[in-house]
């Protein structure tokens, strides 16, 4: 009796001590039963309870067989009725292997720190039986297919062949390793619209290939309603065929002659679409950042998360070459996990409506995320602003002023961010590094407002009690994770960082997370009597040897070198800084393509080429050293005089032939499409440059 009374008292004190408002999953739901086979596009849908009134976020998570639990969608904010929130439907497409995976959901409120969990299994049952040992299926893209064949050995490889039928070329997807006894899944990309492929496996055992039985797949047409494709025209052809696709980011900007929305697209050397990508948020349009290897992109795209009105690059996601979102991320969940690593000014813009001096928040993704860091990490540029005090950067308003920077942010292999670098960290008093005061104004100045295009998203703009023009101080566009630092022994690398309104390239004291966070040097022209810390070698006797407004700064090679970067010229081509007061030459008023060595012992940067590239683009742009020797440069905005509009141009280059180092180049190919941000020459769809 004595017991039965101690267990009622436990249970009641128990019950006193429970949370008033505790969270519930009340359902998992996908809108298709289990089982269901590979390929299959299954919608999961979570509701969750809260007296509290919420509200509540929802992150999916998937244990595939076997495996290990990944974050897939990250926490972003469902929808109420009442105390009930239904979060965002998530769409996923199982391509991996046959067996029981788990998906996860966890419900968390944010305000109270509550949270709930429920998971479920779910059966996924292969296409490719003893009996039918290779199936070909289509996706939701015309131009991919999903092919699928039974297992192979342990400590074999496979890849899929594919050529077109009545021709002689093959095609073929990435090494995979084999995981018997499931079968083997490939998306199969890189194919022109409505053509038969002959497709095949080829398992590769001790170093002996052995082919498969084939079956054949006909390709679909291009959409015709829903999405507007681009053209693209060929002016030169004598590309490098080992490099024979073109991978194009149309960016269009009204003010730049169109403003279609055209979807991401692979060209081959001949100027044909064999391949595309339409994101789906509400813009239909993308930053791709960077292909990844094996296939598939990082994309930074617009949708709603946490915030119920701004919807730019709210999101960065991965996605496969049939574009499926593979992991998603979104600024509502990296806000909360910077405030949780103690960024002051990491937080949600959302809600701010009297900012004062020292009001700061971080804002959107914007202009690159790059999955080149050790153990699978991420590192993403994010608009960061902050409210400085009257005549902030030489303002005459009389009012607090509007200043956005930058944040890079470090996520782990699971997404969570788990290292930033803040440009505003020395005026709060964190590192102290003097390479880059608020006071080095940006050389040209340029503003933003709420609405400016090639702006991020402005939150804190306040009628009467901010000046009414924000500065776009920094603008960075590029990230480049420089593994060992360069150094011929291993140590941890650092993370190199371009800033085009500043005209420098930076180096951050990254070393894996370990590092200081300062600057550990800057890379750029003296303009405004502020100087950066190399000397350039001027072997060419250019009238202005560095770059300006410069983009796409990487190091080839996996670091090893050259540097390649796109020099838009903007600082160079203005009347009032540059050579344009004095009537430049064409030289000296078109954008570059520029490669050059720098030694951080000697501090010395040294050009290798700076190409003339027939006209300027103010903005965007892309560079990149071929194995062979050449260079390609996609000259993005260019304004075609006799046709009153802008295109974009895909150029590969010879640097001899017999160009010279510095002007006019030898033109081996020149592919003519819509305005672009990035553009990529590739040997695949699944090989990546090597930046």
Not at 62 to 83: K, Q, R, V
Not at 184 to 190: H, I, P
Not at 348 to 357: A, Y
Not at 494 to 502: F, K, M, T
Request: aromatic letters at 10%; glycine letters at 10%; a negative charge.
């Amino acid at each position: 009796m004595l017991n039965k009374t101690l267990s009622f008292l436990i249970a009641a004190l128990g019950a006193l001590s429970a949370p008033a408002f505790a969270v519930t999953v009340t359902a998992l739901t996908p809108s298709q039963v289990s089982p269901q086979p590979i390929g299959k596009t299954i919608r999961w849908t979570a509701t969750a309870m809260d007296a509290s009134g919420g509200p509540v976020a929802f992150q999916f998570n998937i244990t595939p067989p076997n495996g290990t639990s990944t974050m897939t969608i990250d926490f972003n904010l469902g929808t109420a009725n009442g105390n009930t929130w239904t979060s965002r439907p998530f769409v996923w497409v199982p391509t991996g292997i046959e067996g029981t995976y788990k998906i996860q959901v966890i419900a968390k409120n944010f305000t109270s720190g509550k949270s709930a969990v429920k998971s479920v299994n779910y059966q996924v049952t292969a296409v490719a039986t003893s009996s039918t040992p290779v199936v070909v299926e289509r996706t939701a893209n015309p131009l991919v297919a999903l092919f699928s064949t039974t297992s192979c050995t342990a400590r074999s490889n496979m890849r899929v062949a594919y050529q077109k039928t009545g021709t002689t070329k093959v095609y073929v997807t990435n090494w995979v390793s084999c995981h018997p006894p499931a079968t083997m899944t490939f998306e199969v990309a890189g194919m022109v619209p409505s053509t038969t492929y002959k497709m095949y496996a080829q398992t590769k055992t001790g170093g002996k290939i052995t082919n498969g039985s084939s079956v054949n797949f006909t390709t679909g047409a291009l959409p015709t309603t829903g999405i507007t494709f681009p053209s693209y025209t060929i002016d030169t052809a004598a590309a490098d065929t080992t490099y024979p696709v073109i991978v194009h980011n149309p960016i269009t900007f009204a003010s730049g002659g169109t403003s279609t929305v055209y979807p991401d697209t692979a060209t081959d050397l001949s100027g044909n679409i064999i391949w595309y990508y339409q994101a789906p948020d509400i813009t239909k349009s993308d930053v791709m950042t960077r292909p990844l290897p094996g296939g598939g992109f990082l994309t930074l795209q617009d949708d709603y998360a946490w915030d119920p009105v701004v919807t730019q690059e709210q999101f960065l996601r991965q996605i496969d070459l049939a574009g499926n979102i593979v992991r998603e991320t979104n600024m509502g969940a990296i806000q909360q996990e910077l405030t949780a690593l103690g960024a002051v000014d990491g937080g949600s813009c959302t809600g701010i409506t009297n900012p004062v001096v020292g009001t700061a928040c971080a804002g959107s993704f914007h202009h690159d995320a790059i999955a080149t860091l050790p153990n699978g990490g991420l590192a993403a540029l994010l608009s960061v602003e902050r409210i400085y005090p009257a005549g902030t950067q030489g303002d005459t308003t009389g009012l607090p002023v509007d200043i956005i920077g930058d944040m890079i942010v470090v996520l782990n292999s699971n997404w969570q961010a788990v290292w930033y670098w803040d440009s505003f960290d020395p005026e709060g008093g964190f590192n102290g590094y003097a390479k880059l005061p608020i006071s080095r104004t940006a050389p040209l100045g340029e503003p933003c407002t709420a609405d400016t295009s090639g702006c991020p998203p402005v939150f804190l703009l306040n009628p009467g009690t901010i000046a009414p023009l924000a500065h776009d101080w920094l603008h960075a566009n590029s990230l480049y994770y420089w593994p060992n630092d360069g150094a011929t022994t291993s140590q941890p690398g650092d993370i190199i960082w371009s800033s085009r309104h500043q005209d420098f390239v930076f180096k951050i004291d990254y070393k894996d997370g370990a590092g200081t966070k300062d600057i550990l040097w800057r890379m750029g022209p003296t303009v405004q009597g502020a100087a950066g810390d190399f000397a350039f070698n001027n072997t060419y006797n250019d009238p202005w040897p560095w770059f300006s407004h410069q983009h796409d700064f990487g190091i080839e090679n996996g670091g090893a070198g050259p540097t390649t970067l796109f020099d838009n010229g903007n600082t160079r081509i203005s009347p009032t800084l540059g050579l344009g007061s004095s009537g430049c030459k064409p030289y000296d008023c078109n954008s570059r393509g520029m490669a050059i060595t720098f030694d951080e012992s000697t501090m010395q940067v040294t050009p290798i080429i700076s190409l003339d590239l027939g006209g300027y683009s103010t903005a965007m742009g892309s560079a990149q050293l071929e194995p062979n020797g050449n260079y390609f440069f996609v000259n993005p905005i260019y304004f075609v005089l006799a046709q009153r509009s802008t295109f974009a141009f895909s150029e590969e280059f010879s640097p001899s032939n017999p160009a010279p180092q510095m002007g006019p180049a030898v033109v081996l190919f020149d592919l003519q499409g819509p305005q672009q941000y990035r553009g990529f020459q590739m040997p695949s769809l699944y090989n990546p440059p090597t930046t």
